[in-house]
């Protein structure tokens, strides 16, 4: 059974840094694309990072390159997202996602959700 648990999220000022982690049991990441996405209040989810462990390959939305750096540690079968300079706008709850194969686009359809962990960027 996969399961999925996430935990990092919490209060910060601007330009903190916080750092999210997405466990899982039941697979192996192996072959697996997992993704970060994060939804604000009133808006829709947003693709955040993703990694392709297929391949090795990276990718982030715009508004994060720089400052947001996702990485896997296959020992403890964990995806971090660690999130640097962060801003009120990056307010949101995170969600972590899997999906068998690579990473093609924010357009596709991830399989696997967790729960998700608030991040709030605020004075």
């Known amino acids: 059974q996969l399961q999925f648990v996430e935990s990092g999220g919490g209060l910060v000022q601007p330009g903190g840094s916080l750092r999210l982690s997405c466990a899982f049991s039941?697979?192996?990441?192996?072959?697996?694309?997992i993704g970060w996405f994060r939804q604000a209040p009133g808006k829709e989810r947003e693709g955040v990072s993703c990694?392709?462990?297929?391949?090795?390959?990276?990718y982030y939305t715009d508004s994060v390159k720089g400052r947001f750096t996702i990485s896997k540690d296959n020992a403890k079968n964990t995806v971090y997202l660690e999130m640097n300079s962060l801003k009120p706008e990056d307010t949101a709850v995170y969600y972590c996602?899997?999906?068998?194969?690579?990473?093609?686009?924010?357009?596709?359809?991830?399989?696997?959700w967790g729960q998700g962990t608030q991040v709030t960027v605020s004075t």
């Open positions: 996602a899997a999906v068998h194969g690579v990473f093609r686009s924010w357009k596709m359809k991830f399989d696997y």
């Open positions: 039941g697979f192996t990441l192996d072959y697996y694309a």
């Open positions: 990694l392709s462990s297929i391949d090795g390959n990276t």
